[in-house]
């Protein structure tokens, strides 16, 4: 399985609220029995006009599987607010949320299937838009055989994707197509969204909420979540022709292993760079390429 970097919410301060608001929701309309009313159909949408129903199918998932594999992979693709920035991941996760809502209701609105239920409930849109930068931008590190059949680290994070993708079969299957399809336009940068922010107060906010620990060091962002990677020939002549004597820092270096990297890779790549995240992972990149 590949590292992570460091455990818990170290400089993940959105992804925490995320998951602990889509625990909190779940839960809430678990014990009130309501889980199976949670879903969006065409008929609570355009007849019924039954909008707050949006919200709760934002977070709240409806069944115990699908909140398990949920919270995994929010909780392993927080690696993403750490590489690009509370903000930009902030900007990410509300951009894919809106498009993933809207390529919805339009899919029931052409469907115009009058049943309960049609679509699951849950942050199918943050998760599988995250899936996008995650095949792109996280290389492999291990590969190996079962049965004859090729893996890779990366297999059990698609799997666990797989898994809460058929949860609810027909239900789920229609949010998860609209959050992939969310995350790529992010990547195409429609819009030019890639370029934009929140305030600060509104970023910072999140880090300022009470619950789990974020820790106390600070991780220096990396590469961009959707590649836009800082050309490697601009740092190139900086850090190429003068050694290095700084000792890599375990900090960087598991920043590094978290975005699939190997160690030794990365402690090289750091002492090249001194100690700076970025044109390491630069250095990585462009070492992979050939």
Known sequence: MMNVGPSGFNNAPVSRAFIVATGAFTVFFGIRDRANKLGVSY????????????????FAFSSTPELIFGLYLLYYFRIFERQIGSNKFLVFSLFSTIVSMVLQ??????????????????????????????????PVSTRFRVLGISFSDKSFIYLAGLQLL??????????????????????????????????????????????LSTGSARVSPTRN?????????????????????????????????????????????????RNDVNTATNILLEAQSH
Request: aromatic share 12%.
């Open 43 to 58: 008929q609570d949408i355009f007849q019924k006009m039954q909008m707050w129903k949006l919200i709760p199918a934002i």
């Open 225 to 273: 979540v959707v590649g836009n990677i800082p050309s490697f020939a601009s740092h190139q002549r900086n850090h190429t022709s003068v050694p290095s004597t700084v000792e890599p820092s375990e900090e960087s270096v598991a920043t590094l292993v978290s975005m699939g990297f190997d160690r030794n890779s990365a402690r090289q790549a750091l002492a090249q760079a």
């Open 105 to 138: 209701v339009l899919t029931l609105a052409v469907v115009n299937v009058p049943s309960s239920n049609l679509v699951s409930s849950g942050p199918y849109a943050v998760i599988f838009a995250l899936f996008v930068p995650f095949f792109f931008d996280i």
């Open 166 to 211: 058929l949860s609810s079969w027909k239900r789920s299957i229609l949010p998860g197509i609209c959050g992939i399809l969310a995350g790529s336009l992010y990547r195409l940068n429609v819009f030019r969204i890639r370029k934009a922010k929140f305030p600060a107060p509104i970023s910072s906010f999140f880090s300022r909420l009470p619950g």
